[in-house]
């Protein structure tokens, strides 16, 4: 049974197909992943009932997966890393040169993204200095064994860069209004908002995994 008071980032955290209905109703169970689904279905003016009835299905459901919050911490740091990290810098890349080709070709166009290729550039400058920080600082600290409060500093810059993050995807969003393609989009601008919708996903995924499964483990003293 879904209780309404519970947190989208609990919710978010009990498997995929959970995360599946709350990307598709729209809520942000990343940055706003504290935020109860009853307070957050009223924010976005969503239909609670149809939510839980979502969820409830997907619960169902099961897809096999790992719960993350039972397996070690290293363990998850290492999925974040080769699950999230390794393929990120190539996918952005993609979407930044899509993005620069549709705004070139296509600049004429009223329907035209523009000031999305800068907006991405700018997203992958973001992510760049986030993920090196991550892999230069805070990883390497959770893989040697240490947690508590000594990590309280580069866990709070961390979840504010994660905001940041979170504002960059809703500008996204509204560039490219809700990653649907005009009519007369070639198929490279279509598969640009395919791309951008799978990034987001992905984005979201990561950092829901990391704040709130792997931050509040770190924090926590052994
Ligand atoms: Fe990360
Ligand atoms: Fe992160």
């Not at 290729?117 to 240490?146: C, M, N, Y």
Request: glycine residues 6%; proline residues 5%.
């Amino acid at each position: 049974m879904i209780i309404t008071e519970t947190s989208l980032g609990d919710l978010a955290a009990t498997g995929p197909d959970a995360r599946g209905v709350l990307l598709r109703h729209q809520l942000d169970f990343c940055c706003g992943g504290g935020q109860s689904l009853a307070d957050a279905c009223k924010a976005g003016d969503l239909d609670l009932q149809q939510v839980v009835t979502d969820l409830e299905a997907a619960a169902t459901r099961g897809s096999e997966s790992v719960d993350w919050r039972e397996r070690p911490v290293e363990d998850l740091v290492n999925h974040i890393l080769e699950r999230f990290h390794r393929p990120l810098p190539e996918h952005v890349n993609s979407v930044v040169a899509a993005a620069e080709k549709v705004e070139r070709v296509h600049a004429a166009k009223a329907s035209c993204p523009h000031g999305l290729a800068a907006h991405l550039r700018a997203i992958r400058d973001d992510l760049t200095s986030h993920l090196a920080k991550e892999e230069q600082v805070l990883f390497p600290a959770l893989l040697g064994g240490q947690r508590g409060g000594m990590l309280n500093g580069p866990v709070t810059v961390m979840m504010r860069e994660h905001d940041d993050h979170g504002e960059n995807l809703k500008h996204t969003r509204s560039l490219t209004k809700d990653f649907v393609p005009p009519e007369e989009a070639c198929a490279t601008w279509r598969a640009l908002y395919e791309e951008l919708t799978r990034l987001e996903a992905d984005l979201m995924e990561h950092i829901h995994l990391e704040n709130h499964v792997l931050f509040p483990r770190a924090l926590k003293k052994v």
